[in-house]
């Protein structure tokens, strides 16, 4: 089941593209990615992450676009990570898993727009990684996230490790690396690394509900606040909170902090553009 089976909207359906690896459409300002390849847990090979790449580059591009939908087809597996099958050496290109989203053995690539994950089933390693690079995360009931690589006796790359023991409890996220085991939807959510837990059948349903309601705020705001917010995360708040911002002063000038203005004069709704 891609994102987008269920899925409704008032906007046509437009820029759609469907690859051996990834199925692409826009619908409105909200472009949904579904990572298509079932049959091997939608494990991420080196065309797709090519693929992922310039989709996240088109994104950020195109500024009638405003969030992006990840998720998966099937009903087994959001993502099982890097597809290994042809052997486990990074590609010259290196891109990194997700085309550059999670930064897994090349540059991170960082979204400026806001992404939400749709996942079900497994996500694992790399997969699993993939889903905490999203800003939202909705979760089918039968998600399994985990990561295997101490089990499995396969050390490489440590970036998940790093986001789990920032994403979950300090002892939640050791106990996931330590033994291999993997955490369960509802155990997801009530350690705050998912924002809600529904059925398969209602997961597309639920992650353009949540499109939906970003995409009732100023994309340019969305925007400029995602990117004060995850820049200065990691420094001292005083540093935080002295730093200027470029998107956020740049926003004072654009036509949508005008209509806002407009709009909550006239008592009505704003009509953004993301200009």
């Avoid at 099958?85 to 053995?105: K, Q």
């Avoid at 800003?135 to 295997?148: E, H, N, Q, R, S």
């Avoid at 300090?170 to 939807?185: E, K, S």
């Amino acid at each position: 089941m891609t994102v987008t089976d269920t899925a409704t909207t008032d906007h046509a359906t437009k820029g759609a593209s469907v690859s051996d690896d990834l199925i692409y459409e826009i619908k409105g300002h909200i472009a949904y990615l579904t990572l298509n390849r079932p049959k091997a847990l939608n494990s991420i090979s080196h065309d797709l992450d090519v693929e992922l790449a310039a989709k996240w580059r088109e994104i950020d591009a195109d500024p009638d676009i405003w969030v992006a939908v990840l998720g998966a087809s099937g009903d087994r597996a959001f993502c099982a990570g890097a597809d290994i099958s042809g052997g486990t050496e990074a590609d010259a290109s290196r891109l990194a898993l997700g085309g550059g989203l999670t930064g897994i053995g090349g540059p991170l690539y960082t979204l400026r727009k806001p992404l939400i994950a749709a996942v079900h089933g497994y996500a694992l390693g790399g997969g699993f990684e993939l889903a905490m690079c999203a800003d939202i995360i909705v979760a089918a009931d039968d998600t399994k996230f985990g990561l295997p690589e101490t089990k499995a006796g396969i050390i490489g790359e440590s970036g998940v490790m790093h986001r789990a023991i920032r994403q979950l409890p300090h002892r939640i996220a050791l106990a996931l690396i330590l033994t291999g085991d993997r955490l369960g939807a509802e155990d997801a959510l009530r350690f705050g690394l998912v924002n809600e837990v529904v059925t398969l059948d209602a997961l597309a349903d639920a992650a353009t509900a949540w499109a939906e309601k970003i995409c009732a705020a100023s994309p340019l705001a969305v925007q400029a606040a995602k990117d004060a917010v995850l820049s200065r995360r990691d420094l001292p708040l005083d540093i935080a909170l002295s730093t200027k911002y470029e998107l956020i002063e740049a926003y004072a000038n654009s036509d949508d902090v005008k209509e806002g203005r407009a709009a909550f004069q006239e008592k009505r709704l704003p009509e953004w553009t993301g200009r």
